[in-house]
Each structure stands twice: as structure tokens, then as C-alpha cells.
């Protein structure tokens, strides 16, 4: 397959415009969805994207309201969020061609079923070629040209020197990899685990209780990920151990500052479903504690998001509870 000519991106939010800078600074065509006619006048007239004020965007981005317009390029990115992959596949589908990439970027599971997303396409879309974009990156920086590296995951080898030209950007560097499941946990646990984090540093508990934190929450997504088929040195690389630093350390993640804001009584977890931001950690904590139970895992931490988010257990409660487990060696 030649290199591509046209990237399709679906989803004209901040990570879809912040790719879409990417694809055009690799010398890509860009047809960038958006559902929004307004998202789209703005793109096209001023350069700029609604949810990256004050970033110019490259000339070679053309937004579209027309979803048959940038599902016809030779590479397709989804940049929805994981709770709406089922549906926005579905509608992108009919107008895919034949072993057309898609890439999915979205780090989450599907909440009803349990899915990783890439499961999702494979029912919704099983005559593209699945890969998915993962790793710590925060879309104003990505947009900005700032330094960022992240992994592309394909079982398919011929799909990857592709996508690596795809997004190969002179600041932007891909890796490829081939643990599609690794690269898929790593991002969709870290969601979780920045959550707590965050109420970690809400609760004032400080530096040493984070970085405490932190590493075990790391123990965690690599045990879920190894479980259930990914690779250590993924978990311990950029998808996994890399985002889970980004994530759990800054406020630019909405993981950690939701965390934080919890923390700190000032948030509740009601908010996110009534208009306040997208939390994917949220969504992802119950299904990641089921998937752990079904493997016989033991994740405390996500055992303790999942209890607080539900009502279950009160913040107090679960700091409580993680501090009076049973003595043991670390490596278990």
C-alpha cells in the first residue's frame, strides 16, 4: 500500500484537531469531520478549532460536516469518545473502503459489554484494518508542536509503516507495536488510576502519598494487562507507564483534575453526566474492577475508585481501607 494521501478524522474536538495538525504537518490531505456547522465555518474560515482557542490550524486541514467525506480517505481516525464508538463506527462504516487503517485514539472500554474498542470496530467495521493510537499526550501541546511520542499498535504489519508516515510529524514520533491489547489497557486503566491520583493531592495527603500512589497503580495496570494478554514492556512504555505518569500528575488530564476536585468536595461524580467534562476514568472504573475480578486480579486501587464513584465508600473510607491491607512483599 502507498503512502497515504488523505486522512479522514472523525471528531473535530481538541484531540481531533490537535491530530489533525499532525497528519497535515506529515504532509498529509486532511478532511476533519465535525458535526457542529458552526465547528466547521470556524475551521475553515479562521483556522480555528472550538476547543483549542488560540491555536492556528494548517492550511491542509478542510473540516467537513459531511461524515462520507473524510470516511472516504485512505486512513481513517476515530476521535470520539469510547462510550460513543459503537455508534459513530457504525454510521462511519458504509462509506469505509475495503482494508482502509482505522485508527481508534479514544483510551477507554465499552461500558456495557466489556470491549476493548478495537473488539468494538471489529464488529462494526470488519472490512477496515484496525490500529490504535495511544500514549501520553495532551492535545494544546500535541497542537502546539510540542515534543511528543506515542505508540500505534496494528497486528497487521503492513499497516504500520503507513501509519507511522501518517503521523511521523518533525515533533510528533510514533513507535509501532503489535500488542494492540497492552496498548489498549495501558490507556484505558490510566484513566482510573489518575482519578485517584487526583484525590490523592485533593486530599492534601502529599508528595510522598502520590508517588506511593502512583507506583502501585502501576502494579496494577500491569497485572490487568499481562492478565489479559498485553506485554510487560508495553505496560511499563509509553501507553502504559508513560501516560499513566502524564496523567497522574497534571491538571491539563481531566482524570486527575476531576480526582483532585473530588478530593477536595468540590466536584461529584453526578457532574460529569449532566454537562460537566468528559471523565473517561469514570465510565472505565466499574468495567476495568469486573474485567480484574474475572481475571482473579487483585487491583485495590481500582477497587477503591469503582466503591467511591458508585457511593459505595466514602473518600475517607477507601484511603482508610488501602492503608490497613494485610503486610506483604511488594512484588505481589
Known sequence: MATPRTIGIIGAGAW???????????????????????????????????????????????????????????????????????????????????????????????????????????????????????????????????PTAVTIASVDRAVAPVLLESFAAPSFRPYASEDVRGVQIGGALKNVLAIAAGIVIGRALGASAHAALTTRALAELIRIGVADGGRRETLTGLSGLGDLLLTSTNPQSRNFTFGEKLGRGETTVAETRTGGPLVEGVATAPVALRIARRLEVDTPIIAAVAAVLSDKLTIDAAIEALLSRPLKREED
Open 16 to 146: 481531533g484537531a490537535a491530530l489533525a495538525q499532525v497528519t497535515a504537518r506529515a504532509g498529509g490531505r486532511v478532511q476533519l469531520y465535525a458535526r457542529r456547522p458552526e465547528a466547521v465555518e470556524a475551521i475553515n474560515r479562521e483556522r480555528s478549532a472550538p476547543n483549542l482557542p488560540g491555536i492556528r490550524l494548517c492550511p491542509e486541514i478542510i473540516a467537513t460536516g459531511e461524515l462520507a467525506e473524510a470516511a472516504a480517505a485512505d486512513v481513517v481516525v476515530l476521535a470520539t469518545p469510547a462510550q460513543t464508538t459503537r455508534a459513530v463506527s457504525s454510521e462511519v462504516a458504509p462509506h469505509v473502503a475495503p482494508r482502509t487503517p482505522i485508527v481508534i485514539t479514544a483510551k477507554g472500554i465499552e461500558r456495557d459489554t466489556g470491549r476493548l474498542l478495537s473488539e468494538v470496530i471489529a464488529e462494526t467495521i470488519p472490512h477496515g484494518r484496525i490500529a490504535v493510537l495511544s500514549g501520553p499526550g495532551f492535545a494544546r501541546e500535541v497542537a502546539s508542536g510540542l
